[in-house]
């Protein structure tokens, strides 16, 4: 089983510049998440879905846009990277259930902006 | 609102000591989760533990252990005979229950820099 496949796996942009960090997952997760981690910070959460065609901000969304147009995939979208953008980026799933399953974490994207 | 507290940036022991990594959270919900994650050098999030809130049993699993204190809102891990394999950022999260599991999410902690000295 996949689970949860980020890609790139590390990309350098310059000031300005866009590009969309892929997320998809084969476990039928009806969650989804974006987390970026920056040194000696834990995770922060940018944006979730709950489903196809719903998304909602989390703590840091300024600067990202998502979608959800299928269950599996759940790209984030930088339009006009900046430097404080510089960070790990973490795309995470997990089942809809009452018991607050744990979330599934891909391997990360470490993206730089110059 | 929730927050997690892991006031331990970096520990350093030798290897077989036991090692502690402390967690304090807060939150007004009565129920709740809170999970331990374990991030290798290698950089991925690897989950080791959940434990709900009306469940105050400590756990056991191999060298690892997990003491939740409600009264003291803490969820503290310990590492006993610790290995090298075991240097990692260990992170602490917490998640409020809510009809449809909590749906925005864990709130982590800062994490605790573990380093296991041969």
């Known amino acids: 089983n996949a689970g949860v496949t980020q890609t790139p796996k590390f990309r350098i942009l310059k000031i300005g510049q866009s590009m969309t960090l892929q997320c998809t997952q084969d476990?039928?997760?009806?969650?989804m998440y974006w987390y970026r981690q920056d040194p000696g910070m834990g995770l922060k959460l940018i944006y979730y879905?709950?489903?196809?065609?719903?998304?909602d901000k989390g703590e840091v969304p300024n600067g990202y846009n998502v979608s959800r147009s299928t269950t599996e995939d759940f790209p984030l979208r930088l339009e006009l990277a900046a430097p404080s953008q510089t960070s790990v980026y973490f795309c995470a799933s997990r089942h809809r259930s009452r018991g607050n399953s744990p979330l599934h974490f891909g391997n990360g994207t470490r993206l730089t902006v110059t | 609102a929730q927050k997690v507290t892991q006031a331990q940036t970096e520990i350093s022991v030798v290897e077989k000591e036991d090692v502690t990594l402390d967690c304090v959270y807060e939150?007004?919900?009565?129920?709740?989760?809170l999970f331990w994650y374990k991030q290798p050098p290698s950089g991925e999030l690897v989950f080791l533990i959940r434990?709900?809130?009306?469940?105050?049993q400590n756990e056991i699993s191999g060298r690892y252990s997990w003491n939740f204190q409600k009264s003291t809102s803490s969820f503290n891990f310990t590492i006993t005979a610790s290995q090298v394999v075991d240097s990692a950022v260990y992170f602490c999260a917490l998640s409020e229950a809510r009809e449809g599991g909590g749906a925005d999410g864990l709130t982590f902690g800062k994490g605790t820099h573990l380093i296991i000295q041969p």
């Open positions: 434990r709900n809130s009306f469940d105050e």
């Open positions: 476990m039928n997760h009806n969650y």
């Open positions: 879905s709950v489903g196809a065609g719903i998304t």
């Open positions: 939150t007004r919900d009565t129920t709740y989760y």
